[in-house]
């Protein structure tokens, strides 16, 4: 039994050699497509900013329909794979019970996520990631998806195995630790989630064959957003689970009030499924009541939940750097907190910029009456870079830096590039999030190849201050893409070059 | 710590300031909640609801009919109608055309109809950013009231394939005839 466990020497986590490798892969595939996404931003981002206009028409949407699906998708999800591992595992000191589902879990999502790029790469499937009908794709690009989909329902599911067979084994004895509680939110709402998902690709792929004539295109958006809203709130989930989880390694800082974090990820699971109709609100069809109660009552519940963590979060920080004796004053313990550790900055970007950046513009934008003068704007690009960029992504970068020595027993290369390296991603996707709201605010589209309406019947001009906002959107973006070009180096360059962490 | 499990009870009571903050939250979220629904029944800017559904070809027959009825002139090859307040305005989007142009009277009240013969479009009015969904076989009726002239454009705002960019529309709002 002792054989298929390591123990951490420091941090004392035991961990057995087949959900290490688990981990390990999902990770580097987080960080290739991540990689990938990455460099479809830039050539998309330089498309966008007028005075650069880089890409050719057919390749500006090829690779904005591929950055939403390696980024958004991809990444995202085989980062919280890696979690689901992780925390159902590793957390709680117990084995991986059924690795095999692990791998088959994997190797779905990548075949469906190769799949996915070579057929819109080869110009198959230009309908983005949304793919509203009736905008049709390749047949293959609907595999792609329902593969991946499937693979990240079975990924998800493994959490549930795991952490009944580690009961059992007395990997816990009554609850689940704070953070894989939150992945245990997480996993919960993933696979509602991606039942939503199969309801809606599974149909959408029959008609793409010729086999069903049509599909309701009001229909398709209403559970389309069924799966695409709450999924990100397994994001969510996630990335606070993560913030908790990084407080606690890096400050040995707990919760401060169990029962109140607890709740918090209860009210996710119960009111962010209903919440997605602010997708919808300036759809025909529904009623106004009826997206007046989904989007008002449902979703300030899921809110008042971030409001919760918001509170918690920083609460269990100062407790912590107190107890480590920074007691002066109100804020000695923000001076001397960790600033230079990438891990600790990444958690502290990600919960500002998710709270002020993201959070506020989605329940602003998601009321009813803001809702028409920023629906399809840039402005919804700009709220969700603030969401799942400034916020996920960057919470799971911090927490990389925690996850490849622990997982590949390596250490962290070049110390003072890793130190800096969220500060860098961090500034550039607010700077690129508000120039995209702020031009959003002057009606600017989202996914349009040419505001100057190049061989349009007629032409409208822009309020001219948009070429300041879409030039920060630019430098704010090329920014970002170096940070996150440091950040893949970073997080290669340890697992292959790293130093060897001897027990 | 969130990664070890909690002590045996952890359903413990929330001090002071965790009560105070929880109440101030869901005070704040309350108040947004009962806003929504206030400021739809006093504001001037609801989306609109209104919709029927309706098949490419009877929409298509509306929109001619209104054009034949109503037509004043024609800018770059598209008709201009100047429909009267009392009848149903139509707007139809194509691959890549928001068609015809139409030209209203500013302050009075008008049915404004929105269809598309294929794919989703995105109606923009711009530049007062105003934004709709336009689907096929639904259609979406806005009731809205002009309150400045001037002249108007329509951009497509959802992707609809290589002529995206090139959607762009017209329409004008007049000082009320005497
Ligand atoms: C290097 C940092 C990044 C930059 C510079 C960047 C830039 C952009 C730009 C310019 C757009 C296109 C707006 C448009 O033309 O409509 C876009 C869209 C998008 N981005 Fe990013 N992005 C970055 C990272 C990410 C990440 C990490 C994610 C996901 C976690 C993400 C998710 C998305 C999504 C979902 C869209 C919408 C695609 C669509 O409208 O179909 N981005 N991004
Ligand atoms: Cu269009
Ligand atoms: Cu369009």
Known sequence: MASIFRTDPSTGLKIDRASENLIRWNLIAALATLAVGGLLALGVVLTRWPSVHLLPLDYYYRFLTLHGIDALLAWIIFFEIALVHFTSTVILGTRSYVPWLGWLAFALMLIGGGLINVIVLMGGADVMFTSYVPLKADPLYYIGVILFAVGALLGFIIFFINIVLSKRDGGYKRSLPLGSFGMLAASIIGVLTLAHGAAIFIPTLLWALDFIPWVDPAAYRLVFWGLGHPSQQINVSAMVAVWYMTVAFVLGGKPVNEKLSRTAFVLYILFINVASEHHLLVDPVLSTWHKIVNTSYMMHLAVLASMIHAFAIPASIEVALRKQGYTRGLFEWLKKAPWGNPAFSGMAISILLFGFLGGITGVIFGTEQFNIIRHNTIAITGHFHGTVVAGTTVAFMGFTYLLIPYVFRREIIWKGFASIQPYLYGTGVALLSIGMMSAGSFGVPRRHYDITFSGAPFSFTFDPSIDMFLSMMGVGGLLAVTGGVLYILLGFGSIIWGKKIEH | ?178
């Open chain 2, 1 to 178: 710590m969130a990664i070890y499990e909690p002590e045996r009870v952890w359903w413990n009571p929330l001090s002071k300031d965790e009560r105070i903050w929880v109440a101030l939250a869901l005070i704040w979220m309350l108040v947004s909640f009962i806003f929504m629904p206030i400021y739809h029944l006093v504001g001037a800017q609801n989306p609109p609801a209104e919709t029927y559904s309706v098949s490419a070809e009877d929409y298509d027959k509306l929109v001619e009919g209104m054009i034949a009825k109503y037509k004043v002139g024609e800018e770059n090859g598209f008709p201009v109608v100047h429909p009267s307040a009392d009848e149903p305005v139509y707007i139809r989007a194509s691959m890549w055309q928001w068609y015809p142009i139409v030209e209203l009277e500013k302050g009075k009240t008008y049915k404004l109809h929105l269809s598309s013969m294929d794919i989703q479009h995105g109606f923009s009015l711009l530049p007062i950013n105003m934004n709709l969904m336009v689907l096929p076989g639904y259609d979406y009726v806005a009731t809205i009231t002009p309150t400045t002239s001037g002249e108007f454009h329509v951009v497509c705002n959802e992707f609809c394939g290589v002529g995206h960019h090139m959607m762009v529309g017209k329409m004008y709002v007049k000082e009320p005839a005497k």
